[in-house]
């Protein structure tokens, strides 16, 4: 099978194969090679590109619409990097956004009007402790997806178990941001 990115030479390992690394964000193996990554979610840089692999083909092709949104939340809440004001506010709108798309169902729209008014008060947010597992799903398996169906399907998944993988704080997230008008119950 090919490479889903371009890997140069130098980054092919003596035995001719790839060396995978395992991401420190969402603990998937992913290709070593050299490259950029995010500038507060922390990943490793196989899975960032993987990660942008994947949300190229969901935008290029609307045969994976109603993917997007849930590949965004899930990737976000499985790298949520160190303390800082915007991977604070980043992983809880995202939780946010899981919890009113998977529990509660909502239409994407109504999601991201949740999103846009808990967002108007940044200070409202505070550092979660990330889990020990980000869930057994990362976005590797996403982009092994052969079919935009199964694609969509992977993702649904992914999504659930970023969300479940968080459940040491879900009473925070449906609960403690109610004075945003958003709430998870």
């Known amino acids: 099978m090919a490479p889903w990115f371009a890997i140069s030479r130098s ?29 507060y979610m922390a990943s490793s840089t196989g899975c960032w590109a993987t990660y942008g692999e994947v949300l190229a083909r969901q935008y290029t092709n609307a045969n994976y619409a109603g993917a997007g949104q849930l590949t965004i939340d899930a990737y976000a809440v499985q790298h949520p990097g160190r303390p800082s004001a915007q991977s604070i506010q980043s992983v809880a709108l995202h939780l946010i956004s899981l919890c009113l798309l998977l529990e509660r169902g909502v239409e994407l729209g109504t999601a991201t009007e949740g999103i846009s008014a808990a967002a108007k008060d940044k200070r409202r947010f505070a550092w979660l402790a990330p889990p020990e597992t980000m869930g057994p799903i990362t976005v590797a398996n996403v982009h092994a997806a052969r079919t935009a169906a199964e694609h969509v399907a992977i993702v649904r998944s992914w999504a659930s178990s970023a969300w479940s993988a968080w459940a040491a704080h879900h009473v925070t997230v449906r609960d403690g941001w109610r004075s945003s008008g958003v709430a998870c119950v």
């Open 11 to 39: 980054e092919v390992g003596k035995n001719g194969r790839v060396d995978l690394i395992r991401c420190f964000g969402c603990g998937g193996l992913f290709p070593k090679i050299e490259g950029p990554t995010h500038r």
